[in-house]
């Protein structure tokens, strides 16, 4: 089936450190792959996508490229500011019928930034 | 466009009682998705539709557990009676029929049972 492993949290890392937050999945086709963030009190929010073999997804200094060959989608933040704590999940979309999109989410990895 | 609309955003309430969550999706878009979340249990899917009818209902934790959508502006889920262990965050997300664009998700109802 599909699924997605995300490394456990919680993570805390000082202002200006490097960030990796790991991401593997299991799917069958080609899956669409997601970040959401998702701030304290507030809903998921995509915060970038890719949706085939070496894309690279980007935004807000953030990037995560779709490696098929790892069957990874790792986010990365060369400097990460006391503003991106928050709950960072990685997720795939398999397909339904109909066209329509079931996105199997990772249990979710808590950043901490502290100044 | 105002974006998934949930309410309310907190709800508390006696064990017993009825409660609905309500939620408005994005204009246009086909799906609607109702996600219940735990920190024993994470992001669980609960029910989707798809143009106004639900099409898998299997994340539904028991019958006391209902979900409605009577036209493609508007969804319900309600619990009756509610317990203690449904308090929880449920969230409400829409998306078009694609498979590369994800979820809208909207900024989700707290609901505390007491």
């Known amino acids: 089936g599909n699924s997605v492993t995300q490394m456990e949290g919680p993570v805390t890392l000082s202002e200006e450190a490097f960030l990796t937050i790991n991401c593997t999945y299991t799917?069958?086709?080609?899956?669409?792959l997601f970040w959401y963030v998702q701030y304290p009190g507030e809903g998921l929010q995509l915060l970038l996508k890719?949706?085939?073999?070496?894309d690279k997804g980007s935004n807000k200094g953030f990037e995560a490229t779709y490696r098929k060959e790892t069957t990874s989608f790792h986010l990365e933040k060369g400097s990460v500011q006391v503003s991106d704590s928050a709950v960072y999940f990685c997720?795939?979309?398999?397909?339904?019928?109909?066209?329509?999109?079931?996105?199997?989410f990772g249990q979710g990895t808590r950043l901490t930034i502290n100044p | 466009d105002a974006g998934v609309i949930q309410s309310p955003r907190h709800e508390v309430t006696e064990m017993g009682q009825e409660v609905t969550l309500r939620c408005k999706p994005i204009?246009?878009?086909?799906?609607l998705f109702w996600y219940r979340q735990t920190m024993m249990r994470g992001l669980e899917l609960l029910i989707y539709?798809?143009?106004?009818?639900?099409?898998?209902d299997s994340g539904m934790p028991e019958d006391r557990f209902s979900a409605k959508m009577p036209n493609a502006s508007f969804s319900t889920l309600k619990i009756q009676p509610s317990e203690p262990r449904d308090s929880a965050v449920y969230f409400c997300?829409?998306?078009?029929?694609?498979?590369?664009?994800?979820?809208?998700f909207g900024s989700g109802t707290r609901l505390t049972v007491v």
């Open positions: 799917a069958t086709g080609y899956p669409s």
């Open positions: 997300a829409s998306s078009i029929r694609t498979g590369t664009t994800g979820y809208t």
């Open positions: 890719a949706t085939k073999a070496d």
């Open positions: 204009s246009g878009h086909d799906y």
């Open positions: 997720a795939l979309s398999a397909s339904l019928i109909q066209g329509a999109q079931k996105l199997v």
């Open positions: 539709f798809n143009n106004n009818v639900p099409i898998d």
